[in-house]
C-alpha cells in the first residue's frame, strides 16, 4: 500500500493563494472611487453582455474581476441574500457591511476547503449612503479577506501601478467628469510610469454610478454610448452646415429685365394636316 504525499498546511495555502492571485491578474482591472455625489464603477470591459459592475440592491452595487462564472455565481447569490432579508425584515436592513460578510464567510470556507479549488475572484462592495462621508466600500479578496477602502479600491490587472496613478490625481469631492477621467487615464497606465498609456475609449469602457441625487429609489445607473463620450470629452462637433450662396441684388434686377425683354413663346404649329 502506498503511502500518500504530505504537504504541510502552509505550503498547501501558500500554493492555493499563488493559484487564485494568478487568474486574478490575467484579468482587465477595475476602479471604484468616490466622488462628489456617490460612487463610480470604471472598468475595462469590450464585451456586452458580459458585465463586470451591477446592482446588488437600492443602495448597493458589485463590481469584480477575475473568472466570470465565479464571480457570477456570486453576485446572483447576493442578490438572493439582499432580497430575502429586504422581504422578511426592511429593506433598510440590507447593508452592504452585511453582504460583505456574507461573501467572506462564502469565500472563506472555498479557500480552505480541500474539495475544490480556491474562486479565482476578486470582488467590491459598494454602499450608497445619505452623505459623502457615510458611503462605504468593502474589497473582498479570494480568500475572504475584507478591506474597507477610504478612498478608492482598484482591482485585478497591473493594480499596484493603477493605483499609484489613481492615488496621485485622487481628492475629495471630485466632480463626475473629473472623477470619470481620472479612472481611465488610471486604466490606460496600467503599464507603469516609464510606459506609454494606452487609449481606452467608449467600446472598451463599463462605467456606472450609485447616484446620491437621483430621485428613484434605486441609485444605480450606467453611463454609456454617447453620455460616456461627452463626459470622456471625445465627442465629434457636427460638421457646419453651408448655408445656400443668395444672388446679389445687381443680379436679381439682370435677371428680371432680361425676362421682360424677351418674347413670348410662338404657338405651335397646326398638325391637323399632317
Not at 158 to 169: D, M, P, Q
Not at 192 to 198: F, L, Q, T, V
Not at 243 to 252: G, L, N
Request: net charge negative.
Amino acid at each position: 500500500m502506498s503511502m500518500p504525499f504530505y504537504v504541510a498546511p502552509e505550503q498547501l495555502m501558500k500554493d492555493r493563494a499563488d493559484y487564485a492571485r494568478k487568474g486574478i491578474a490575467r484579468g482587465r482591472s477595475v476602479v471604484v472611487l468616490h466622488f462628489a455625489d456617490g460612487i463610480l464603477f470604471v472598468a475595462e470591459n469590450r464585451s456586452q453582455a458580459l458585465h463586470k459592475v451591477s446592482e446588488i440592491y437600492d443602495r448597493i452595487g458589485f463590481a469584480a474581476v477575475g473568472r466570470y462564472n465565479e464571480f457570477e455565481n456570486l453576485r446572483t447569490a447576493g442578490i438572493r441574500y439582499a432580497d430575502l432579508r429586504g422581504y422578511s425584515y426592511d429593506r433598510t436592513d440590507v447593508t452592504g457591511r452585511g453582504l460583505a460578510n456574507a461573501y467572506a464567510q462564502l469565500l472563506g470556507t472555498i479557500f480552505s476547503s480541500g474539495g475544490e479549488k480556491p474562486y479565482e475572484v476578486e470582488i467590491v462592495v459598494a454602499e450608497l449612503g445619505t452623505e459623502l462621508a457615510s458611503d462605504q466600500i468593502y474589497r473582498l479578496t479570494y480568500d475572504g479577506s475584507v478591506n474597507d477602502e477610504e478612498d478608492f479600491a482598484v482591482m485585478g490587472g497591473s493594480a499596484e501601478a493603477i493605483t499609484e496613478a489613481v492615488r496621485s490625481g485622487y481628492r475629495p469631492g471630485l466632480g463626475l467628469t473629473e472623477a470619470i477621467r481620472l479612472a481611465v487615464q488610471a486604466l490606460a497606465s496600467d503599464q507603469g510610469s516609464g510606459a506609454p498609456s494606452r487609449e481606452l475609449g467608449v467600446e472598451s469602457l463599463e462605467v456606472a454610478v450609485l447616484d446620491r441625487t437621483r430621485a428613484l429609489p434605486r441609485k444605480f445607473r450606467r453611463i454609456r454610448g454617447d453620455r460616456l463620450a461627452e463626459q470622456l470629452g471625445t465627442t465629434t462637433p457636427p460638421e457646419p452646415v453651408e448655408a445656400p450662396a443668395t444672388a446679389s441684388p445687381e443680379a436679381v434686377e439682370g435677371q428680371a429685365e432680361t425676362a421682360e425683354g424677351q418674347s413670348p413663346a410662338s404657338p405651335p404649329a397646326d398638325t391637323e394636316d399632317q
